[in-house]
């Protein structure tokens, strides 16, 4: 008997869904390769001798397939076990020191603990996340300017990081380009766009001084988007969810002291304030179990869209353009 982790009920072992709640199991030791249904001690599958819980997924056949649609469509993650995966993501951080000569150096050094950090000098953008990885800044920018743009694009880089944790705990493996390309494309649906920007300005102003929070692309986002109010506040409180719990952390390495430095940084570039995005800031946010709930349902409903063939060539074409 196999007890429905949904509801409680007893069930034959052979059934595929509760008899009560309808809830579909997962079937222990399936291949993800070839399908085929293995014993609960074999580590390798008896038909296509693959291994059953492979390290990473390099193939977008193997992501999508029923087996691991059916985890997620049955994920489950505990506020525990949510904090033991942030606790993951920084603890890095916990054992280098930031040095630098001015503060955009130390705000540099931060940054380039999580991942790789490089001047741009070119385009109209103050920076930008390369598929997931890599931060761009503009060095032709006042340091103030520059030092907003890292941490405001290093928001974007651990809101990728914390999904990429997540679904890499959900399928039992490290992380790939095949799983790398999914998320970028989850990341650029409309919705998950407004939410992810929402949280790195948040994020941004919570390390600038008062008066500097510009919201600039969030608004030009909600503006060209067909959603209505409801639906942008929904969007509003999922990213400020995700912006709490980074800047609890960051509030670790970002500490008084480097906030004052910013502070007068601000004030040797002489940049001039406008109070009008104070104003999108909120104190809104779900329950951690309430966001990770929507989430997961999030990330299933993307998951099964994206593997409609159709959307091959598109996720393909972000593979290519990882490193």
């Known amino acids: 008997m196999r007890v429905c982790d949904v509801c409680g009920t007893l069930n034959f072992r052979e059934n595929n869904y509760c008899i009560h709640c309808g809830n579909k199991f997962v079937l222990e ?14 580590d390798f599958c008896v038909k296509c001798n693959k291994q059953i819980n492979p390290i990473s997924i390099d193939d977008f ?9 059916n985890l997620l469509l049955n994920a489950k993650i505990t506020d525990e076990e949510y904090n033991n995966l942030l606790n993951n993501i920084f603890l890095r951080a916990n054992y280098i020191e930031i040095q630098g000569n001015t503060i955009k ?12 950090c490089k001047p741009k000098a070119r385009g109209y953008e103050r920076g930008f996340l390369f598929l997931g990885d890599n931060i761009f800044y503009d060095d032709r920018l006042d340091d103030s300017v520059q030092i907003a743009t890292i941490i405001h694009e290093l928001a974007h880089y651990l809101l990728f990081n914390i999904i990429e944790s997540l679904l890499c705990d959900i399928f039992n ?7 790398k390309s999914f998320i970028w494309y989850f990341l650029m649906i409309p919705e998950f766009k407004i939410v992810n920007e929402y949280c790195a300005h948040t994020v941004e102003g919570r390390f600038i001084p008062y008066g500097y929070q510009n919201y ?3 608004n030009l986002l909600v503006k060209n988007a067909p959603f209505d ?14 912006a709490n719990e980074i800047i609890v952390y960051l509030e670790e390495y970002i500490c008084d002291d480097l906030r004052q430095e910013i502070k007068i940084q601000y004030k040797l570039d ?11 800031e909120t104190d809104d946010c779900f329950s951690l179990n309430d ?6 349902k999030i990330l299933y409903d993307i998951f099964k869209e994206a593997s409609n063939i159709s959307v091959r060539e598109e996720l393909e074409s972000i593979m290519d353009g990882l490193i």
């Open 29 to 42: 030791h399936i291949c993800p390769f070839c399908g085929s249904v293995n014993e609960d001690y074999v």
């Open 61 to 69: 056949d193997i992501l999508f397939s029923e087996f691991n649609e």
């Open 105 to 116: 150096d130390k705000i540099l050094n931060l940054a380039s603990i999580f991942t790789q």
């Open 173 to 179: 493996v490290e992380t790939s380009k095949t799983l």
């Open 216 to 218: 600039g692309s969030f």
């Open 229 to 242: 109010e409801d639906s942008i506040n929904t969007m509003i409180m999922f990213g400020n969810s995700f």
């Open 270 to 280: 002489s940049g001039s304030k406008s109070y009008d995005s104070i104003l999108l």
């Open 291 to 296: 966001k990770n709930r929507m989430l997961i």
